[in-house]
C-alpha cells in the first residue's frame, strides 16, 4: 500500500467493545490512524463532518440511525469511503446489499453476530479492507439515482444497428471503446457470457445486469468475490430489478439463456456437458485462488476447456489480478470476446487494469455501456 501520509480512519458501531477491537488493529498500523469513533449513525455523520476522515468503517445495526440510514446521508452530504460491518443472517445480508448499491466501498461479515469477540480471526482480513477502501477516491462514490430501468434496457433494434465490423470513429478511439481488431465471430454461433467482479462489484452489477432484456439469447455465469451467506442476497436482490432471471448457482442447474448464475461465497463454479445441455459443477474442495473462492480465474480457466459455444468475458471493477490468468486461457482455446470496465467508472481499477495489460482486451466500456456492448456480439 503505497500511502505517504497515513489515512484517517473513524470507527462506527455501537458496541464499545467493537470499537476498542478494532481500533487495537490498526494501532500500529503505518498507514492508517484512527482518529476518533461513534457511537451510532448520527453521531457518525457528525464526526465525519468534524475530523474529515479518510475512511470509515460502520456497523450495520445500531440504534437512532442505523448504518444504511447513516451511509444514505454521507454518500449525499459528505462522501468518503465506508466499509460496512455486517452480520450473516439473511436480514443483516440484505441490508449489506443495499448499502453497497448506496455507495459503500466493500463490507466486512462479522463471524459471529452483531458483537463477535471473535472478530480477531478476521483482524488482516479487516486490515485489507479498509487499506483498500482508503485507497477508493471520492469521485467514484458519488450516488447514482436510481434509473427507469425500463429505459435503461437495450432496444432489439439499437441493437441491430451496432455492427461488429463497422469502423472504429475518432470518438469511439478516444472513448477506449474498441481496443482490438474483431476476432472471428460468428454472431448466430452459441453464446455465453461470464462476468467477474471484485470490490464495487455488487453496484456494477446493478449497472449491467438491469439493462439486459429479457430475450438475451444467452447463458450468463458470474464470479463476485463475496462470502457465504451475501451472494443469495445478492441474487434475490439483481432478480427483483432485472428484466432476466437471476439466481445463485445451485448443483445441477441447467443453463439456460436469460438466466444469470451467480457462483456461491466458498465455492468455485464450473460447468459440466450434459448431453446437449451444460449444468452447473460447484466445488468446495479446490482450496482459494488468490484468496478467493470463487475465483473468477477458476471459472474462465474452465470455461476454456468447451469450444462449442463462444464467450463474451468481462472483467469489472475490484482489487487485484482476478481473471487475468482465466483470460489467457479463454483466449487460448476459442472465440473470445474480451471486454474490461474503464478506469473512470471502476471503484477499484486493478482487475481490469491487470487483464487490460495482457493485450488481449478487445473493448473498454464504462460500466453503463458493458451492456451495450455485451448486445452487440449477440444475434
Known sequence: MSITQPKKLLIVDDSAFMRKMISDFFGDHPHIKVIGTARNGKDAIRKIQMLKPDVVTMDVEMPEMNGLEALKVIMKECPVPVVMLSSTTKSGAKITLEAMASGAVDFVAKPSGPISLDLYKIQSEVIRIVENAATVHVSKLRHAEQKDLEKTTIPKEKV?????????????????????????????????????????????LQEVITRLPQNIPAPILIVQHMPEGFTKSLANRLDQLAKITVKEAEQGDILQAGVAYIAPGGFHLHIRKVGMSYCIELDQSEPPRGGHRPSVDVMFEDNSKYNDFDKIAVIMTGMGSDGTKGLQALKNNG????????ADTCVVYGMPKSAYATGLVDEVADVDDISNIIMKYLP
Open 160 to 204: 441491430s444497428t451496432l455492427s461488429h465490423s463497422s469502423v472504429n470513429t475518432k470518438d469511439d478511439i478516444q472513448r477506449g471503446i474498441q481496443v482490438n481488431p474483431p476476432v472471428k465471430w460468428n454472431s448466430h454461433s452459441k453464446k455465453m457470457v461470464l462476468i467477474g467482479t471484485s470490490t464495487g462489484g455488487p453496484r456494477a
Open 335 to 342: 472465440n473470445v470476446i474480451a471486454i474490461t470496465e474503464s
